[in-house]
């Protein structure tokens, strides 16, 4: 990898390059994508959910089992086995995170056990991380980073973290007419409003931090969502954005940890083929119009017609949810059960997987490259031979 000649940034007492790789769950980002950037000097990042998909073995003792508590702790296991590989892989360069969801009914165990396994940073979206600071009380090494969109959402969190005498030690900005899988709108028709902007927000938020009594400049903001060409990085780090986060380029890289099958769907799908619907979670998301996907929005609203809570209709026993419109009935919410779809798509089942996906093009078209080389386009526009 070349020199980047965009200016790096500070995430406590770590020197990073200017992209952060998003958290991909169930699986797309493990140990060996997110090790993989850290070792070449970014912000590589685990996705917390369910990670014994990579565990041959913890599968095999999960086999059949519906018992929550137990599920729970072998992903535990397997948390802590791939945070571990991916320090190891990293080599004290580079920083490894772990994006853990909000909405997971045990968000607080999995924050817990990224602490106590290692990870330099956590990072909370897909809810707002009001509790953060409290579960990493005992961890005050650990950097705190919350995902949200709009600067309410940004003023809300700082608020009740300064209560607590803790600060982000950055905030990434997630558009959410852009990024893939859970967006950070209430409602599918918010996805597109102007406060979302990144030439707004990336004005008001150190604005709203400085009257807060805040150094701004010392809360590093972190752009996200659609972010797939070097002229747009260098434009949002013109703009005051410390560095970009970059999610489906980086699911498709060769160190990408899901199957081959789960790279060229995201790689080859058309524009028309990315759509934003309701996920279970009660939040709008975006992802590759599969059969599986094609088959559930066509009865999606007969599926609504006839939600009812029932906690067998949670597929797994896993309780992943906080609140799942399968489980608990909720009309209004997708009427499946996403682990068990995102796993089929970790594992390249293209009948019956959920392929979530940035709604724009990717840097290299339908070519499957290392790591390496797409931080080199990133940071340094340098387009490697036979890429595009």
């Known amino acids: 990898m070349n020199a980047s000649p965009l200016p790096q940034w500070k995430l406590r007492r ?44 913890l599968l095999a003792r999960t086999d059949g089992c519906r018992d929550a508590g137990q599920l729970n702790r072998v992903n535990l296991i397997a948390l802590d086995r791939e945070i571990g590989k991916a320090l190891a892989l990293a080599g004290n360069r580079g920083a490894i995170a772990v994006n853990v969801m909000k909405a997971v009914a045990v968000h607080a165990d999995y924050v817990r056990q990224a602490c106590a396994s290692g990870a330099h940073a956590i990072v909370m979206g897909a809810g707002l991380p009001l509790d953060l600071p409290e579960l990493t009380r005992d961890y005050p090494e650990v950097a705190l980073i919350p995902i949200l969109s709009d600067t309410r959402g940004v003023g809300i969190v700082v608020k009740k973290w300064m209560r607590r005498q803790r600060i982000p030690d950055a905030i990434i900005i997630e558009h959410p007419r852009y990024a893939g899988g859970h967006l950070g709108a209430t409602r599918a028709e918010d996805i597109g409003d102007p406060r979302f902007d990144f ?8 604005a709203l931090l400085r009257a807060l009594g805040l150094e701004s400049e010392k809360i590093p903001l972190i752009a996200a969502g659609g972010i797939h060409r070097h002229d747009q990085v260098r434009a949002l780090l013109d703009m005051g954005a410390a560095a970009v986060q970059v999610g489906t380029a980086f ?73 799942c419109g399968l489980r608990d009935g909720i009309a209004a919410a997708g009427q499946f059960c996403i682990d068990t779809r995102l796993a089929h798509a970790l594992h390249g089942d293209v009948k019956k997987g ?32 036979g890429a595009a």
């Open 14 to 57: 770590r020197t990073l390059l200017p992209v952060v790789q998003g958290g991909m769950g169930v699986g797309v980002s493990a140990h060996r994508l997110a090790g993989s950037v850290a070792a070449l000097g970014a912000l590589g990042t685990l996705s917390s959910v369910d990670l014994r998909h990579h565990h041959p073995d």
């Open 199 to 206: 030439v707004r927000v990336l004005e008001e938020i150190p």
């Open 251 to 323: 699911a498709v890289t060769a160190e990408g940890d899901a199957h081959p099958e789960f790279k060229r769907v995201l790689a080859e799908a058309r524009p028309e083929d990315i759509v934003s619907f309701m996920s279970v979670a009660g939040l709008p998301a975006r992802a590759v119009l599969t059969p599986w996907l094609r088959n559930y929005l066509r009865r999606e609203k007969a599926l609504q017609s006839h939600a009812k809570a029932d906690p067998r209709r949670c597929v797994q026993g896993l309780n992943c949810l906080t609140a």
């Open 354 to 385: 959920l392929f979530f996906r940035g709604s724009e093009p990717l840097p290299f078209g339908k070519a499957i490259r290392p790591v390496a080389e797409l931080l080199d386009y990133l940071l340094s526009d340098i387009v490697p031979a």
